[in-house]
C-alpha cells in the first residue's frame, strides 16, 4: 500500500510513502549518465539522462521504486493487484519489462508530454527479473513541473489518464479512484455551516468540522481522498524549508504507524520510508520509520557522467537532538 504525490510551490517536489511490512535494504541510488541498462527486448542506449532515486539494487541493476532524472521528469510505481496485466513475452517482439519502464522513461525523455509519446509505443512483457524477484503489478504516476499522468498496464494496452490532482494509491484503476471524489464534494477547511435543517439550532463545536466525514482508515481509496485533500488545500511558502515541511505533513497524513494494518501473516505494515525529491534541483530527501530527521543527496554533488551506481545507504536509526544536553543540575 503506498501514496505518491506531486507538489509544487517555487520547485517542483515529487515523493511517495512506501507501505510494506517489510524492507529489501533499498539505497538511494544515482544512475549516471553512463551507465548501461541491458534492456531483454530494446537496444542498450550509449548515454542516457542521469537518475536518482530509491531502488533495489541486484547484480548491480537498479530496480527502481520511485525515480527523478536530471531533467526533472518523475516516476514512482505502486501496488495494483488483480488490475495490472502484462502481456505474455512470445507476443512482444518489442517490448520492456515492467522493471525496465521507469529507467527507460527517465533516461529517454525529459517531460511527461516526451514520456507520454514514447509510451504510446510500448508493450510491457510478462518477463520477472528473477526466478527470486517475480514482477509485482503496478501502476504508475508521471509528473514534471507542468502536471502529472497515470500510467495503467491493462489487457487493452498501457492506458495514459490525465491525472489533475497529482495524487495516486493503489486499487482501484485511477477513475475509480477520481470518480468517488464526487461523494465528498461538500467537504471544507471552512468552519462548519448548518445545512441539515433551518428549524434546528446546530453549532460547530470543533475546528475542522467542515471536513467532517473526510475517511481516516487506511485502505487506497480512503488514503487517495485523504490525500487530495490535504494537498488541494495546503497553504505553503515557497522557501525550501517550508516546501520540504509541507510534502512531508502531506504524506504523513496518509502514513502508516505500525499496529494499525495487519496481515494476513500476521505482520504489520508501517510507512517504510518517504521520499520528497526537489525535482527542480535534483536533491532527494528522505525520512524512515525509525528515523523522522530529514537526509538528503544532491545528485549534482556526484559525477553524473561516470558508468558505476552510486549508492547510499538509508540512515533508519532514529536522530534526537537534545537540546540542553550540556545543562547540569545541582540540588
Same mark, same amino acid.
Do not use: W
Given at each position: 500500500? %503506498?501514496?505518491?504525490? +506531486?507538489? $509544487? ?15 529489501? %535494504? ?93 509510451? $504510446? ?43 489533475? &490532482? ?54 487506497? +481509496? ?12 495546503? &497553504? ?96
Amino acid at each position: 500500500m %503506498c501514496t505518491a504525490i +506531486s507538489f $509544487s510551490t517555487k520547485d517542483h517536489y515529487f515523493g511517495r510513502n512506501l507501505d510494506l511490512e517489510y524492507s529489501y %535494504c533499498e539505497t538511494v541510488t544515482i544512475t549516471p549518465r553512463n551507465y548501461c541498462f541491458p534492456f531483454h527486448r530494446l537496444p542498450s542506449p550509449p548515454a542516457h539522462y542521469a537518475i536518482i532515486g530509491m531502488a533495489y539494487v541486484q547484480n548491480n541493476y537498479p530496480l527502481y521504486y520511485d525515480a527523478t532524472n536530471e531533467k526533472g521528469l518523475s516516476i514512482a510505481g505502486l501496488n495494483f493487484p488483480g488490475n495490472a496485466h502484462y502481456f505474455p513475452a512470445s507476443d512482444c517482439e518489442l517490448s520492456l519489462t515492467p522493471y525496465e519502464l521507469i529507467p527507460y522513461l527517465l533516461g529517454k525523455c525529459s517531460t511527461v508530454t516526451e514520456a507520454c509519446a514514447l509510451l $504510446s509505443e510500448i508493450t510491457l512483457a510478462d518477463i520477472p527479473f528473477s526466478k527470486e524477484l517475480p514482477l509485482t503489478p503496478l501502476h504508475y504516476l508521471l509528473s514534471d513541473s507542468t502536471g502529472s499522468v497515470t500510467i495503467e498496464p491493462t489487457e487493452k494496452g498501457v492506458m495514459i489518464h490525465p491525472n489533475p &490532482v497529482g495524487v495516486l494509491t493503489n486499487n482501484p484503476p485511477f477513475l475509480t479512484q477520481m470518480f468517488q471524489l464526487n461523494n465528498y464534494m461538500s467537504l471544507s477547511n471552512a468552519p462548519a455551516a448548518n445545512c441539515f435543517s433551518d428549524r434546528l439550532s446546530l453549532n460547530a463545536y470543533s475546528r475542522g468540522m467542515g471536513a467532517l466525514g473526510l475517511p481516516g482508515d487506511y485502505s487506497s +481509496s480512503s488514503r487517495f481522498v485523504r490525500a487530495c485533500f490535504v494537498k488541494e488545500n495546503s &497553504v505553503c511558502g515557497f522557501s525550501e524549508s517550508e516546501s520540504l515541511s509541507q510534502f512531508f505533513h502531506i504524506l504523513g497524513s496518509v502514513a502508516h504507524p505500525r499496529g494499525c494494518v495487519k496481515t494476513a501473516q500476521n505482520d504489520y505494515e508501517i510507512t517504510v520510508y518517504t521520499s520528497c525529491c526537489n525535482t527542480t534541483k535534483g536533491i532527494y530527501y528522505y525520512t524512515t520509520y525509525e528515523n523522522s530527521q530529514i537526509t538528503g543527496i544532491d545528485m549534482h554533488a556526484e559525477n553524473l557522467d561516470s558508468q558505476d551506481l552510486i549508492s547510499y545507504p538509508l540512515i533508519t536509526e532514529q536522530k534526537i537532538f537534545m537540546q540542553n544536553k550540556n545543562r547540569t543540575f545541582e540540588k
